[in-house]
């Protein structure tokens, strides 16, 4: 188990340095941050010590052609200290103190706020003069800045320190996030560790704290993973306005072959004729912007007789230049009037169709048919009305839009555009079959790409998908871990307890009874974790809710089931020492010591 979690720790670690190493590190406070190295022990099948032996330590020290300087460090957490004189008291306190060499604030280039820090000379050995450098957030909080603070004593276990140091602000230690409270030199750490035995009852504790914090953590994650997936289904499959099925879009750059005005106009005609013509397109249409890109429409100011826009984006709306069957291909709804026609052409009147959200915007409940808008200084009649679309995003909301034929827009026909097919079958089959007519129609014509709809709307997903797929992946990581960990707890306190469940058999107790006995600690401290967790994910939700969508930071139905899930992997793995507990054999565990 110790290297399974071994093995996950690492793979995650990896992953999370890979993903988000620019926004998740925080550099030391110490000078030249990025040379400092770690050197951590690997025990294959140990994993109950984590020091390397101290003459390994002075051997590599005196490799100096790859090091400019090292020190050894050791923190015991929880140390007795008691403060002597003034603003001391006569009960321990219990504080983080860091067992070090004489070089450690000096490789780290930490000088002290007040008084000195240590050098070699204090590393003199047992029986020396105890001297000891204390933080600056402890001597902020205990002594209140008192610049007198050097030559107070205090008291670690039973050992006496004199107090020669301050470090400065900001700097609590070598690991961000875990203060040290005291440094004392390694010369002291047999004193130290002898005074501050290992408690098992201690390290039970903390074993079940890590396992809740554990559970909290997943609980958490498993939160936003659910959130995170159900935005992308969400998305995925929001009514985009249109029919996106059996829809492909062919992108093309007339304007690269010379083209302009009426002849890009015939060379549309000439495209809109060869591919209506393949077996099995049903619908073609030429339009400017195309669909679900991603890209933003410019948009322009309108002006409409008696409308008095609130300010100048109230005046404004986005437009498309399309063929005559571009509605029909894309399967928008003609609510209103009538659709373009041939019959649109430069030389007849200036034509246009609204969608919904534009006709109500600016004509609220008034029949919008036969209304007169102006834009780029050119009078144009509103002759139709068809159902909205998500144009650029599926999170778009009430885009407003005009249609104009592109017969009458001859001026505009200068950039790239996108031609609507709509096939009876796959549209992906038709990929070769449409880049071949448009070559026939000019082999000149540049085909940038291909792509169904379905595919675009993929490919403008991808963030979300990205988000969920990680959220999931360390989320179930997470789970597995606390999985894992509150397995190896159950495991070790019920083998520490194999005497009493053994007592409990011998006066009559059933072998379901310590089965439940186990499990309810188990499930109680998936509870504790679980109550811890939920609130977390509420609390955490507000940062993530600008980029949900179709469900709530704090849905309950995804709450309740990254619990159950919780709790199911959690009892699973509390299930099998609880098992094995109850299959003790009661006259060998009473021999158990």
């Not at 070598?174 to 290992?198: H, L, N």
């Not at 809109?272 to 948009?299: C, D, F, K, W």
């Not at 992906?428 to 880049?435: A, G, H, P, Q, V």
């Amino acid at each position: 188990m110790a290297l399974l979690s071994l093995a996950l720790g690492i793979g995650a670690n990896t992953a999370i340095f890979s993903v988000m190493d620019a926004f998740l590190l925080r550099m030391l406070p110490v000078r030249d941050p990025q040379h400092l190295v770690v050197f951590d022990p690997i025990y294959e099948g140990r994993s109950n010590s984590a020091l390397l032996p101290f003459p390994m330590y002075e051997r590599l020290r005196k490799l100096d052609a790859f090091f400019s300087d090292m020190t050894a460090i050791f923190s015991v957490d929880r140390s007795p200290v008691t403060i002597h004189g003034a603003g001391g008291g006569t009960d321990p306190e219990q504080c983080r103190v860091g067992v070090v060499t004489g070089s450690f604030f000096e490789t780290l280039g930490v000088s002290a706020a007040v008084g000195r820090t240590f050098d070699p000379e204090d590393d003199v050995g047992v029986g020396g003069h105890p001297v000891a450098v204390i933080s600056y957030t402890y001597w902020e909080r205990k002594f209140a800045h008192d610049p007198h603070v050097v030559g107070r004593t205090f008291t670690l276990g039973a050992t006496p320190y004199e107090v020669v140091g301050v470090t400065p602000r900001g700097f609590s230690g070598e690991w961000v996030g875990r203060p040290t409270d005291f440094w004392v030199p390694v010369a002291m750490m047999s004193q130290v560790m002898i005074e501050a035995p290992p408690d098992p009852a201690r390290g039970g504790r903390m074993g079940k704290l890590l396992v809740v914090s554990q559970v909290a953590l997943s609980v958490f994650l498993l939160v936003g993973a659910g959130v995170f997936v159900r935005t992308l289904r969400s998305l995925k499959s929001q009514d985009l306005g249109f029919d996106r099925t059996h829809l492909v879009m062919a992108w093309i750059a007339p304007g690269q072959t010379g083209r302009w005005g009426a002849a890009t106009a015939r060379l549309y005609g000439e495209i809109e004729q060869r591919l209506s013509a393949i077996p099995g397109v049903t619908a073609v249409s030429p339009n400017v912007y195309g669909m679900l890109q991603g890209n933003t429409n410019p948009g322009t100011t309108i002006n409409i007789p008696g409308y008095t826009p609130a300010s100048d984006a109230d005046a404004r709306a986005q437009w498309s230049i399309v063929g005559t069957g571009f509605f029909d291909t894309m399967g928008l709804r003609l609510i209103a009037g009538r659709n373009l026609t041939d019959l649109d052409t430069a030389t007849s009147t200036q034509v246009t169709i609204l969608n919904q959200s534009m006709a109500r915007h600016f004509f609220g409940n008034e029949n919008p048919l036969g209304k007169r808008i102006e834009s780029w200084g050119v009078v144009k009649e509103v002759v139709g009305v068809v159902s909205d679309a998500k144009y650029e995003s599926p999170r778009e909301e009430g885009q407003r839009m005009f249609y104009l034929p592109y017969r009458q827009q001859l001026g505009r026909l200068t950039q790239n555009v996108s031609v609507a097919i709509r096939t009876s079958g796959n549209p992906e089959r038709f990929e070769s079959t449409i880049r071949r007519a448009l070559s026939e129609v000019d082999p000149r014509l540049p085909v940038l790409r291909i792509e169904t709809v379905e595919d675009q709307l993929d490919a403008l997903l991808v963030p979300e998908r990205a988000t969920a797929t990680f959220s999931m992946f360390f989320g179930a990581l997470a789970a597995l871990l606390a999985a894992i960990g509150l397995y190896g707890l159950m495991a070790y306190n019920t083998a520490r307890r194999t005497n009493e469940i053994g007592v409990r058999l011998a006066m009559g107790a059933s072998r379901r009874g310590i089965l439940g006995m186990v499990m309810r600690e188990t499930l109680g401290l998936v509870a504790c974790g679980i109550l811890l967790g939920v609130p977390a994910a509420l609390a955490g939700g507000r940062m993530i809710s600008a980029r949900l969508f179709g469900v709530r930071a704090t849905d309950p139905l995804t709450i309740a089931v990254a619990s159950l899930l919780m709790i199911g992997a959690a009892g699973l793995a509390g299930f099998l020492p609880a098992q094995r507990a109850a299959k003790v054999d009661p006259m060998a565990a009473l021999r158990h010591e």
